[in-house]
């Protein structure tokens, strides 16, 4: 009969016997949750503590055999958004640093996978607009987003990143600082050809986050086109 079992990848300044411990109980399903950020049958996303830090846990759900022998010959999203953090942090592009990686096993099958990572204390930029009282914030903080989200997307330019999933949730404000999550969809481009187009569908996911709101959308589509590739 063949055992479960799990193989981390820890960010060294996080190994210790202690967060081990921790990934153990996460492994088992037994950790402590703060917050249930999202539930569905692909993810499952959720806060926790350490050491008086706040974690975000996001567990890829298997959703069949058939899904875990196809994930078993491909690299996990989890392992992806370990990687992709990386070379987002080198591109000056801000996210939610690494903490580590779970991979769950059954004989030579992959099944779930957790990425794990420090919690970023920004709210999504659709809510930060939802905030202002007339839809778009005054003065030198709507000059300080406005160059935030043109040079996000020149960066994605520069380093042939696609981020792929730009919608609002994954874009979060804390002051001035703009912070991309869930990277794992993400990836790197060798080819022009294929980064232009997932760069296109970067900037056409971003944009329909503003469809509803007209004075948003104008203000940030010639920001995103003068980053076409």
Known sequence: MAFKRHRYQIEP??????????????AR???????????????????????DQPIV??????QSLWHAIRRSFRQSRADNCRKMTTQFTHAGIVTAPNVAVIQEWIGPFKLRSWFICEFFPGKALTSYFDDQDLGLPRGTELQTLKK??????ESLRKARLSHGDLKATNILLSGNQLCLIDLDAAHTHKNNNSFQRAHKKDQARFMKNWLPQADIYKMFEPLVTNSSP
Do not use: C, M
């Not at 935030?148 to 997307?153: A, C, K, T």
């Open 13 to 26: 300044r996080y190994d210790t016997p202690k967060f081990r411990r921790v990934l153990d109980n996460i």
């Open 29 to 51: 399903d037994e950790s402590s949750i703060v917050a249930s950020l999202k539930e569905d049958t692909t993810a499952s996303v959720w806060r926790i503590e350490h050491q």
């Open 57 to 62: 846990v996001k567990r890829y759900n298997t």
């Open 148 to 153: 935030n989200v043109s040079g996000l997307f």
